[in-house]
Structure formats: structure tokens, C-alpha cells
Nanobody, 124 residues
Framework: VQLQACGGGLVQAGGSLRLSCAAS????????MGWFRQAPGKEREFVAH????????YYVDSVKGRFTISRDNAKSTLYLQMNSLQPEDTAVYYC??????????????????WGQGTLVTVSS
């Protein structure tokens, strides 16, 4: 599966952005999809994932209540709605796909497929 992320940009603290990740290739709904981010000088961090049907989601504590992951299987597109953005959310955001939902796998970052990153910059 090929992944193409977009939607990043510059936003003030407290603002919102919606990232999208368009997928092509094998059946989109067969993949667990997720988002990672990498801040300057830091390691890549798992942010959230969503099951193939969209019925199961998981968020890391730092974004819980502010970010919402969703997917539209008819459009083969993954989304990340980011609200109440803070400067510490500044990072390159990556979408990823894998056939497995196992949380520790996603936490390890060993995903089957990656999209290119999209930069989110939050100014204070």
C-alpha cells in the first residue's frame, strides 16, 4: 500500500489542523492505520491508531482529548483532527499502515508501510 500524507502547516497555539493520508494499493479497510510524529531532535513517537473498521482507536496520553483519528474506507483516506494544538505538538507527522493491531507493535514503530511526513508547526 502506498500512503500520501498532507494537511500540515503553521498554526497558532490553540488552533486546529486536520491531516489526511490517502492510500492506494490493496484494500484499505484491511489495514490498521495510524499516525506517528517526530519532533526536532527527538525520536519518532506513536500518536494514535485505528482498526480497519474504525471501531477501535487508541491515543497516547499526550494527545488524548485533543486529537481524533478517523478513516473513510470508501475514500481510502485516514484523518487526524488536531485541536487545541500546543507548541510541543510541533513535529513532522507520518501516517503508517500495518495488518496488525497489537499495541506494542505500534509503540515500537515497526510498521509495514509508511507515508512521507507532513510538517506541523505550532507557534506560541
Amino acid at each position: 500500500v502506498q500512503l500520501q500524507a498532507c494537511g500540515g502547516g503553521l498554526v497558532q497555539a490553540g488552533g486546529s489542523l486536520r491531516l489526511s493520508c490517502a492510500a492506494s494499493g490493496r484494500t484499505f479497510s484491511s489495514y490498521v492505520m495510524g499516525w506517528f510524529r517526530q519532533a526536532p531532535g527527538k525520536e519518532r513517537e506513536f500518536v494514535a491508531h485505528i482498526s480497519g473498521s474504525g471501531g477501535v482507536t487508541y491515543y497516547v496520553d499526550s494527545v488524548k482529548g485533543r486529537f481524533t483519528i478517523s478513516r473513510d474506507n470508501a475514500k481510502s483516506t485516514l484523518y487526524l483532527q488536531m485541536n487545541s494544538l500546543q507548541p510541543e505538538d510541533t513535529a513532522v507527522y507520518y501516517c503508517a499502515a500495518d495488518s496488525r493491531l497489537l499495541l506494542r507493535l505500534w509503540a515500537s514503530g515497526q510498521m509495514g508501510y509508511w507515508g512521507q511526513g507532513t510538517l506541523v508547526t505550532v507557534s506560541s
